[in-house]
């Protein structure tokens, strides 16, 4: 009898773009492994591996963590920050290059892909067309034209590392979520924010077998796209999807309440009209009164958050909220991720002895 | 009977942001190490730990002496620029979270220190109120809400590691500093400069038993403060203490002429009356004539030095400069520090065998 | 009898400013360790060495290349970016320096040489006077203050490791590039671009012993510093050099297209003249047709490359385009030249062995 194989075999070479790539099979194994690595150091799964990470926008988090961990086992991280550093990069086809751009990711993808054994890639929208931009064209072109395996460090529709991060943390601090209530909720803010996080936010939510409950102003309504795929998550699973246009009813009996600001989808581009949509919803703050809602709830953010304006002090220094464990399973879970992709997973520790004579 | 114990065990754990948080023992032990790990490599003391480095402000030898001497450790060092790929940070308590900074130090820092075993900050003065910077708000804000410990790479008050380093070279190049003089000359220069590394090269000269003699144009008087740890630590080891307004005269005889041009405390943020007050002292240049009335003293600078403004380059270019080697004990000095501060000391070479039987 | 003595011992310690500093023999025994050293890894050639970049001019595939080497080799690479997180520094001699720069190379370069194993830095024109620029003030100053190993990353003049990697790919591809003919063909392009990397194209194209033929429209000469050490490659190697005005005629029978485009340098520094002349020339693009009068030839580019402006898509996607492979060699020719000037040769794995009681 062989032993069963090990789900995270499968990612090896793999893209990373979503965390809806992965079946719940190996999204189970990669928290498992996550934590197994968070317990301790485990040689060094990417020794003499080179991750090329590049940054189309700032960032403290993913980048420092990337960094830490690809040291940590072993490797090593280069940070290369486009347009600071690094020139533009061109990614339509058949285009006359006469422009800003020097340099096409047909080129550029494949040259990194012969320096370095990963590739990770941020691209926040640029606010315009978002018919175009939800098609997130840069990081597919760079999966596209990657022959090594690519991490979306946060697209346009998907942030999956913060994703498994806080699929982590739920599973953590919640032990058993199945059947509990996630609530995903819209805050005011000083600017019209990305949607990734709450997607990815909400898609593992799902994954987690918990109740979703959206609770945002109207105009303030997620992609089409993901929608879909909340609600196939939520049939599959068996858990439930609602909508709520009141946060205070949202929190009512909630075990996390993640906070998160965006810009409105409809008025993506013109900052005019999203911010007067916006400044309507000042009230949308996660405060005391509304923690108290909740059932014990634990309090998320992805961070960085402004306080007073998203979370209260009052909260967010609380024991209620997590968000610092939040953050650090961003390291644990990358270096998981990182292993599985290119096909460095540790040995099985707990592998029954093999007998003499068994095959495998 | 047990060994001695190591001085610098005290020091794990610890925070580093003045050469006065350090009691004489450490000090010397810390400087000890500093010349051990200059003759050589002593393995990997900080195999597999990573340094964050969080610079407000540019900089080379820091940033080169910090990232060189960590890897040379078997550790790695993550550079951050704080608003050139990472954002503006929010010190302040209370603040409604509406303007340019987006996130708070009480995330950032804790974050940091869950993917970094050591943190490093550098923040100098913004030219505001002199009153506000001189409590370091970012460098104390960082010490405040790290778990790790934090190293001071420069902040309004103190750039403790330059004084390490000019330490370690008064030691090198005098033999027996004990009783000599060192000269803390004022000079000219384009612009109004933080007072960090003059503060710190005064507080060494004391610790390193030698008289010192403050020279600088009036109006240019060291932070009160720093004057009142100067005259404690003249006091308590014996030394002397002098403020001179003739260069000349306080050249004579000396044994270390350190020269550094400062900002008018006075002045400080005000930058025309600044200027209109420095303008009358272009004198104030250290030239081969001045160097004449010292008794073969060196010459010191923590570099960047402006050539012919600050000292010519007859003085620079001759025997009497020590700048690089200065600079090459940044190094030495940071990682001795590094070691101290992750707990992580070579094994003492030179003890005693231990005889069977005998406890610790 | 003592073995024959590796070519490149005599490399160590040594700058690398451009090709023709190699001699035949050591210019060959560097490209059989680069390829020695794409086949796999030969152990931690610069185990515990730092490698101090400086740009004062952005990258990708250069410092993405160094960085990745260096590391895969055990040492570590520093990126410093001049004027983003690093000071302005002056080169001339005497300067009173009461302007931007804030640091002076004399004193820049001695100290990072006290942190760094081995040096490299980029400098391009700047588009002032190109009598002076042509003198490479900055790279010359780095190397005449570098007590340790300097490697140029692209100067006015030379970029020499896109030189080393070019010959590299001409051997892998052609085999036996001796006698066959290589066309430098100078292209339309939005911008005036430095002539580094046609000077140093050509210069190699003579140095495997192809025949060479430079084809660009009247007024873009190359520097005649450089145009007499193309002739003296060709004399005394006995090759050919041609010059053309007439693409198509250049392109026949061609076995490699280098395609490049660089600015005039009677017009250095003039933009509107240049763009002027340049404007005339929109015709001079490789493609299809272009490609068809070749001997089969190979198409090479040191990217990044405009596409549809240098070179069409039909060219760059075609089996005849060789620029990744031309990319990726960069790698290897400067880990091969890092551990060379470093003094770091793998043990020959071909020597006979030793018999017993035989010297060295």
Chains 1, 2, 3 share one sequence.
């Not at 906070?259 to 949308?284: C, I, M, P, V, Y």
């Not at 967010?316 to 270096?335: G, M, T, W």
Request: proline share 6%; aromatic share 4%; hydrophobic share 40%.
């Amino acid at each position: 009898m062989s032993p069963a194989r090990n789900p995270l075999a499968g990612l090896e070479g793999r893209h990373f773009i979503s965390t809806q790539d992965l079946n719940d099979q190996e999204l189970k194994a990669l928290l498992d492994l996550a934590e197994e690595l968070a317990r301790g150091r485990h040689g060094k799964l990417l020794e003499g591996k080179v991750l090329g990470m590049v940054f189309f926008n700032p960032s403290l988090r993913t980048r420092t963590s990337f960094e830490a961990g690809t040291f940590q086992l072993g490797g090593h991280a280069i940070h290369l920050a486009v347009g600071q550093g690094v020139w533009k990069l061109e990614h339509r086809d058949g285009v006359v290059m006469d422009g800003a751009a020097s340099e096409h990711l047909k080129e550029a993808v494949p040259v990194l892909a012969r320096y370095c054994d990963l590739l990770a890639v941020r691209c926040f929208p640029s606010g315009s067309d978002w018919k175009e931009e939800r098609k997130d064209p840069v990081v597919t072109g760079f999966a596209d034209h990657s022959p090594v395996p690519l991490i979306n460090m946060e697209s346009s529709l998907y942030h999956p590392c913060q994703g498994l991060a806080d699929m982590l943390t739920v599973r953590q601090k919640l032990k058993r979520p199945g059947g509990k209530k996630f609530v995903l909720a819209w805050t005011h803010h000083p600017k019209a924010l990305p949607t990734a996080v709450p997607n990815s936010a909400a898609l593992i939510a799902g994954r987690s077998g918990m109740d979703l409950a959206l609770a945002h102003p109207k105009g303030y309504e997620l992609d089409p796209l993901v929608m879909r795929q909340l609600q196939e998550n939520a049939d599959r699973l068996g858990t439930t999807l609602e909508i709520s246009h009141k946060l205070d009813d949202a929190l009512d009996g909630a075990h996390v309440v993640y906070a998160k600001s965006w810009g409105s989808l409809k008025h993506h581009g013109n900052e005019a009209a999203e911010k007067k949509l916006r400044s309507r919803h000042r009230k949308w703050i996660i405060n005391g009164d509304g923690m108290a809602r909740t059932d014990g709830g634990i309090f998320m953010h992805c961070l960085p958050v402004r306080r007073n304006v998203v979370v209260t002090d009052e909260v967010l220094d609380s024991p209620a909220s997590v968000v610092v464990d939040q953050a650090e399973n961003r390291l644990h879970v990358q270096k998981a991720l990182m292993a599985a992709l290119a096909g460095r997973l540790p040995r099985p520790a707990t592998a029954p002895k093999r007998t003499r004579g068994g095959g495998s």
